[in-house]
């Protein structure tokens, strides 16, 4: 089974700074696929970046970055330039590769503050 | 395009009672999964269907069930509801099952029962 840890319960940033929201899994799995979600106020789950296990580089979109470490079983998100619209509940996320099912973190609250 | 929808967006219950909720995935989508969002924790994955076929059960008692229909939509019943039911339930959909095909999570019913 595959466990998903968030060990920081919130996090509070300055409108323009940078956080970093730490991530660590277990799993037996060589191939997988890790993910982090954005969970505003009005609950839907949005996807903010993926990262496959078998890529080395890590994966960047826009100010949302990873920093993947395959062997320490460490997945870390780190928002640049933070905007007030990044307020929300952050969950890092696990899947095999061969299925969707999803284990998700319990959750980072992030907090943007002008 | 339309997202995925779900309905209801709230409710109440009382306990004992049973209870439907219903997802549209968005269309072309063939996959359907369930997750309970306890309030403060992250989703739990409850169920997933694929061509109408269940093809993931997560950790839940036997008076959660679901079905997936012909033309994809989905429901998940829950019987003799406990206290302990109240929580989001979200569904995502994806064009087909593997990890490196995105989910795409509706808003979620928020379910209470009293």
């Known amino acids: 089974a595959q466990t998903v840890t968030q060990s920081q319960p919130e996090m509070s940033v300055q409108e323009a700074e940078t956080v970093t929201l730490s991530c660590t899994y277990d799993?037996?799995?060589?191939?997988?696929?890790l993910f982090w979600y954005k969970q505003p106020p009005s609950r839907q789950m949005i996807l903010v970046i993926r990262q496959e296990a078998y890529k080395q580089q890590n994966a960047t979109e826009n100010r949302f970055s990873v920093n993947f470490q395959k062997a320490a079983k460490s997945f870390s998100l780190k928002i640049s330039d933070s905007q007030l619209g990044d307020t929300a509940m952050y969950f890092c996320?696990?899947?095999?590769?061969?299925?969707?099912?999803?284990?998700f973190g319990g959750g980072t609250r992030v907090l943007v503050k002008p | 395009d339309a997202g995925v929808t779900q309905s209801p967006t709230h409710l109440i219950k009382t306990r004992g009672q049973h209870v439907t909720l219903r997802c549209s995935p968005i269309s072309g989508h063939k996959s359907v999964s369930w997750y309970q969002q306890v309030l403060g924790q992250g989703p739990q994955f409850i169920f997933q269907y694929y061509e109408k076929e269940e093809r993931g059960r997560g950790n839940f008692p036997d008076r959660f069930s679901a079905r997936q229909f012909p033309n994809y939509s989905s429901e998940l019943n829950v019987n003799a509801l406990l206290l302990g039911d109240s929580a989001l339930y979200l569904c995502?959909?994806?064009?087909?099952?593997?990890?490196?095909?995105?989910?795409?999570f509706g808003q979620g019913t928020r379910l209470t029962v009293v």
């Open positions: 996320a696990f899947t095999a590769a061969a299925g969707n099912k999803l284990t």
């Open positions: 799993t037996s799995e060589n191939n997988y696929y």
């Open positions: 995502a959909s994806s064009l087909v099952i593997g990890g490196n095909t995105e989910a795409f």
